[in-house]
């Protein structure tokens, strides 16, 4: 369904992608993940064209994303839940899901509301709420949900866990579970490992830019490499090289 | 043959459409240039040697640009040079016998180890075994690959395992026999060697349970499948691995028996002209390159594998779509260049087999004739055609040189010669004389 190739890109003059490829299948749960300045982040904006590409491209069902400009490609079906939430805090909740649905016929905006405040219960329970006044797990629900109200085919996550307390990250990943089992397809970067691959079927992990290892989430979760990288495993050996 | 089920290890992995497949190998094939640039010495060194980044690779052919891997790097890197993780990773260490020269080294993490059960037990359930089967293993155990690599390819399929090793064949014979073994695990020579112990103890295929035999880790051909299949009652299939890059688990014959399925997804082949070094396209014989999509404890870029064949994609019956590869012909230490043609003592064989009356003992010469060269077999026969009257000599000449230009692609000059006159080797045949620089 997405396949990013050979993608460079730099990024405030300096080289944050180097010749990535990664793909996603349609219905897949797959998860990148790489420390602080790897260059997550700005894999999820260049496949929404947010910054652009040197070199490579991104196709979206065969068309080349980066081409494209990002109300298109948010039209043809991919949403983004940024890092750090960034609801509008001073908007109410309700308000921050029907700018979610802006380019959608009102209709369809009325259908969406009432299919996300089921999933998430208390979207609709703090409706009138200012969205600033939400605990951070409840942000992140409601950055979710406003993302699903462009009735995306796959949604990219830049960091659902940051911030958040372990249970409530817990709380959060269950939510992604169950979109997945409806048949979303997901494209989650984060750095933290355990919970991300924990929840994927696949994995890659980015450094410096550059992929460099990928697998199965299992087999990730169990390398030696990723559980000293990224799951603070890190344990000393008289054999050690 | 009877009624065939297809049964299938990885399905998805075997039966992807190729397409999709690129997309992993793609992926993969950048990784594991990252990885090797990153954590191999040896490979930093020759890359920045050529003034090469490892971000060559934007299109699989982009692969070409790579610089090759030799064995003689492996045993320039002795014993852990080539290795990409810390020795802790390691959890297995095999190796090449070393009779010529330094032995070369291989290591298996933990990933490696279970992606290497995985890709055997894959070829192994092309040949027919399931997790009902009696495996009896007559490999070696110990350095060589093929005994743990089968062992445990067998295992994780859940078969039962009888690790017998090597040697000892009528008890090998007498414990097939009570423990009611359904696989046999071999050279195709020790398979062989079993029938004809056989014959000799009296014992008839019908008294053993065998129906598949999975032979490799030696170069064969349809003779000796015909004759292991007949008198052991079995499938034969072939399965091909190299030490170096893992063992037995790179490509494996199903049971429709029309060549072997590479695995691709973690082994990307490709055929190169072993003179020009250029890669050569689909379906034409060449010598056989590998470079590692997945190995974590040693990846290889382009290895030379010495062993000539071609790769080609046909639609197989057990519905696989991994390329395919032919039995290996022989290796390209072996190659001749007659004027500019590569030809191999097996093509000699290979038509030696077509033609009735000729023994499979040949030598051939090949000398300079101004400047092209010039190629003359000389074939042992039956000395009675030598009493008998020309027109039979001349015909079988003819008949012979009508096979070898069709196999060798070249007209050579055939002798005939009356039996036991051509030299016998102990060991190592010696078929070729190159007059050309003498």
Known sequence: MLEVKSLYVSYGGVQALTNVSVHVKKGEFVSL??????GKTTLLNSIMNIVSKQKGSALFDGKDVTKKTTSNIVADGMALVPEGRRVFANMSVHENLEMGGFKRPASEVKQKLAEVTEMFPVLGERASQMAGMLSGGEQQMLAIARALMTNPRILLMDEPSMGLAP????EVYEKLKVLASTGLTILLVEQNASVALKYAQRGYVLENGRIIMQGKASELLGDNE??????????KEKWER | MGEIEVKYWHEEEERMDPAERKVFQLERLQTTVNRAYRKVDFYRRTFDKLGLKPDVISELADISKLPFTNKQDLRDNYPYGMFAVPLRDIVRIHSSSGTTGKPTVVGYTRNDLENWNNLVARLMTAGGVSKDDIVHVSFTYGLFTGGFGLHYGAETIGASVIPFSSGNTSRQLAIMQDYKSTTLVSTPSYALHIAETMEKMGINRNDLSLKYALLGSEPWGDKIREEVQ???????????GLSELIGPGISGECIYQKGLHINEDFFYPEIIDPLTLKPLPEGEWGELVLTTLKREAMPLLRYRTRDVTRLYREECPCGRTLIKMDKPQGRTDDMLIVNGVNVFPSQVEEALAQVQGVSPHYIIFVRKKGALDSIEIKVEVNEDIFFDEMKKQRELVENLTVQFQKILLL?????????QTLERFEGKAKRVVDERNS
């Open chain 1, 33 to 38: 993940i790489g420390s602080n300045g790897a």
């Open chain 2, 230 to 240: 007949d008198k052991l009652g079995v499938i034969a299939t072939d399965n091909y």
């Open chain 1, 226 to 235: 990723v559980k000293r990288a990224y799951l603070g495993k890190e344990y």
């Open chain 1, 167 to 170: 249970l409530v990250i817990k």
């Open chain 2, 411 to 419: 007209k050579p000059k055939v002798t005939l010669v009356t039996s």
